[in-house]
Nanobody
């Protein structure tokens, strides 16, 4: 049974940083691309970042380029999202997900398993 468990969310002031982690189990981790998505209240889930199986390639939403960094440690079955210079508009529940597709898929429909999410709240 595949499990993806996010952690690292919390309340932070604008301009602060957080590092999210997503620990995966029940799958051959290096056989999956991994992605981060977020969903704010009243809004649809949106793509944030994705990373290829090896970690050599990444993709970001325009809204977070230069601000967020996705990485992975295949030895630890974990993917990370480093979030810097956080803004109130970054407030959302952040989800990680896995994808069997090659590359760095950006559509939610490309992903199979999802974690339960971790809340990130940025105060002004």
């Amino acid at each position: 049974q595949v499990q993806l468990v996010e952690s690292g969310g919390g309340l932070v002031q604008a301009g602060g940083s957080l590092r999210l982690s997503c620990a995966a189990s029940g799958l051959t981790f290096n056989g999956y691309a991994m992605g981060w998505f977020r969903q704010a209240p009243g809004k649809e889930r949106e793509f944030v970042a994705a990373i290829s199986r090896s970690g050599s390639s990444t993709s970001y939403a325009d809204s977070v380029k230069g601000q967020f960094t996705i990485s992975r440690d295949n030895a630890k079955n974990t993917v990370y999202l480093q979030m810097n210079i956080l803004k109130p508009k970054d407030t959302a529940v952040y989800y990680c997900a896995d994808s069997i597709q090659i590359g760095w898929p950006v559509r939610p429909s490309s992903y199979g398993n999802w974690g339960r999410g971790t809340q990130v709240t940025v105060s002004s």
